[in-house]
């Protein structure tokens, strides 16, 4: 059974860092893209970053030079450090698993590509 948990959000001030971790079991990390998600209340789920399975990684415009994800395949573990946080990024963040391999990767930033879905951790920006 594959679970996704994560943790790390937090309330930081405008400007401030917050790192997220997402624990991966019941898979084959190593094999898998990993994406992270966010919600915010009143919009539907968008793609903030994806490291795909060739250890690419792709960003939304949104966070490009503010967010960095890595993987660590030796712990199973997915990360997603944000700097430089803005009001705007407030969200509930999710991570996600697909075993999908789109030909054209940047699909991997569409939420329905993905298979397996986190609980999310939320992350609140004040100004």
């Known amino acids: 059974q594959v679970q996704l948990v994560e943790s790390g959000g937090g309330s930081v001030q405008a400007g401030g860092s917050l790192r997220l971790s997402c624990a991966a079991s019941g898979l084959t990390f190593s094999s898998v893209s990993m994406g992270w998600f966010r919600r915010a209340p009143g919009k539907e789920r968008e793609g903030v970053a994806v490291?795909?399975?060739?250890?690419?990684?792709y960003y939304a415009d949104s966070v490009k030079g503010r967010f960095t994800i890595s993987r660590d395949n030796a712990k199973n573990t997915l990360y997603l450090q944000m700097n430089s946080l803005k009001p705007e990024d407030t969200a509930m963040y999710y991570c996600?698993?697909?075993?999908?391999?789109?030909?054209?990767?940047?699909?991997?930033?569409?939420?329905?590509?993905?298979?397996?879905w986190g609980q999310g951790t939320q992350v609140t920006v004040s100004s």
């Open positions: 996600a698993a697909t075993r999908n391999r789109p030909v054209f990767r940047l699909l991997l930033l569409n939420p329905t590509e993905y298979n397996y």
């Open positions: 490291i795909d399975w060739d250890g690419r990684v």
